[in-house]
């Protein structure tokens, strides 16, 4: 009996050092680890680094608009949270995403991706970084500057039914300086009338 389990044990340690393991990132590991491993994504599904060129008003990648905080936590998408006012919690995201978009979640649901950073864009092509007139050359007529309740500010807001895309103003020049997609409900209100607390 003793000679079997040494000799299975043995066809076993040879299989194991004939087969290189690979050893997979943590969830929680930075963009560059992602990106890297981003080439070698099954044939026919986009690559991370490619979900992560493009933000619409659906969201980007597996951050959709509508999705619930406790299934992407549980998936290990999310690196940290904050709570927010009004049922609001903010979020950061993992992987190729994580400090390039932000989230926020209103009663355990997605409301709002948003980004301070290129990539990604918009389908349309639009990005932070543009001008005002930029946008207004990329959107044409589907698009608006629009200002604030108070006055003291103003964004360039594109609708798509119910959702927006809303490029805010940046603090030290002209143009887009963080790019926020999501319900209107939620994003364009919080613009126009600033947050409740």
Known sequence: MNRLSSTILAGLLALTAAVPMTVAAPASAGAPAARATADRAPLGGPSAATQVEV???RGTGPYR???????????????????????VRHAGATGAWAGV???????????????????PRSP????????????ERVYGRRGALIRNDAGDAEAYLVRYGSRVELFTGHPIRPGAGYFEVGPASFV?????????C
């Open 55 to 57: 933000l619409s008003v």
């Open 65 to 87: 608009i509508g999705a619930r905080l406790d299934r992407l936590a549980a998936a290990g998408l999310i690196d940290w949270t904050v709570p927010g006012c009004a049922g």
């Open 101 to 119: 978009i932000l989230l926020a979640f209103r009663n355990g649901r997605l409301v709002s991706v948003g980004t301070a950073t290129v990539p």
């Open 124 to 135: 349309a092509g639009a990005s932070v970084g543009m001008s005002f007139a930029e946008l």
């Open 188 to 196: 364009e209100r919080n613009f126009r009338q600033g947050t409740s």
